[in-house]
């Protein structure tokens, strides 16, 4: 098996093959997309490359693991998952500050994020990724009477007041802009670095304290340092040795970048 807590440098194609079977609860999947100008975002066709990394993925998923593939919205399509992974949720990260300049077919403004699982998800900490209800108060009260609400099989937690489900439209989480304290560098905008917001809905809908989480694709480090961060183990794999050795700097200045921006609690309060 490979050494854990730790990101490794090196093709992961090759490197994912060192993984034992069934041995890891989450994969976080932000690799190619298949439209940039980065020479590793030059693959050919993206959903052959995408069904290959779901054939791979699914020899070293725990039953019941779960898989969140990133990419734009044709990922996956045409491609026959269905033997190796069951698609729960296709979710539209939806960003509305994008530039609207289409002028032939409606502008993109949203990723998918592919969301899968080996069998029956066997981790799901909805209450942990909660987002506040937007509904008045008063609609809330009528609602509440409803005597299919009332009665109904999950009764009134539709509107729990610790939040609400965050659905499969996520356009609460913004992509970084050059103005975002937790940014990395200029460089890292659009292509490589994703919120850590992002990668921490995640992690914890999906994943338990000491669960093994992989991210094959690691970029700066973003789902390395939300493992850290809420006491995940991570396994990293990362082609280009600069943005290892950006992963560790993130990593071993963790609370300088966490305070930053975000509101940490877990790393923070234990030190
Ligand atoms: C979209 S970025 C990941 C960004 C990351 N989620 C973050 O928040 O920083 C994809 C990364 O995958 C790396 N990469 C591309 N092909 C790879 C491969 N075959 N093996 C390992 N890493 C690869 C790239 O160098 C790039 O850093």
């Known amino acids: 098996m490979i050494e854990i807590n730790k990101i490794h440098q090196g093709d992961c194609l090759d490197l994912i093959n060192k993984i034992n079977d069934e041995s890891i609860d989450l994969i ?115 609602c509440e009477n409803v005597p299919s609400v009332v009665n109904g099989r999950f009764h009134k937690t539709k509107f729990n007041d610790k939040g609400k489900n965050p659905g499969n439209v996520w356009g609460d989480i913004k992509q970084l802009t050059y103005k975002s304290k937790e940014l990395l560098d200029r460089n890292f905008l659009n292509t490589i670095q994703k919120p850590i917001k992002l990668i921490e809905r995640i992690v914890k809908a999906n994943s338990k304290e000491n669960d093994l989480v992989l991210d094959p694709f690691v970029g700066t480090g973003t789902t390395a340092l939300v493992c850290k961060n809420f006491k995940r183990n991570f396994i990293g794999f990362e082609i280009d040795s600069k943005l290892v050795e950006v992963c560790n700097n993130r990593l071993r200045d963790i609370n300088v970048e966490l305070k930053k921006e975000y509101n940490l609690f877990s790393v923070l309060d234990n030190v």
């Open 28 to 142: 976080v999947c932000d690799g190619p997309y298949g439209i940039t100008q980065n020479s590793w975002d030059k693959i050919g066709g993206i959903q052959e490359y995408n069904l290959n990394l779901i054939k791979l993925f699914s020899r070293i998923l725990k039953k019941g693991g779960a898989l969140y593939l990133f990419g734009k919205a044709n990922c996956i399509d045409f491609i026959d998952y269905r033997p190796y992974l069951n698609l729960n949720s296709k979710i539209i990260w939806y960003q509305p500050s994008r530039l609207a300049q289409g002028r032939t077919n409606y502008t993109n403004n949203y990723d998918l994020i592919a969301y899968f699982s080996k069998g029956k998800v066997k981790t799901f900490d909805l209450n942990s990724i909660r987002i506040p209800q937007l509904v008045e108060l008063e609609h809330r009260r009528r």
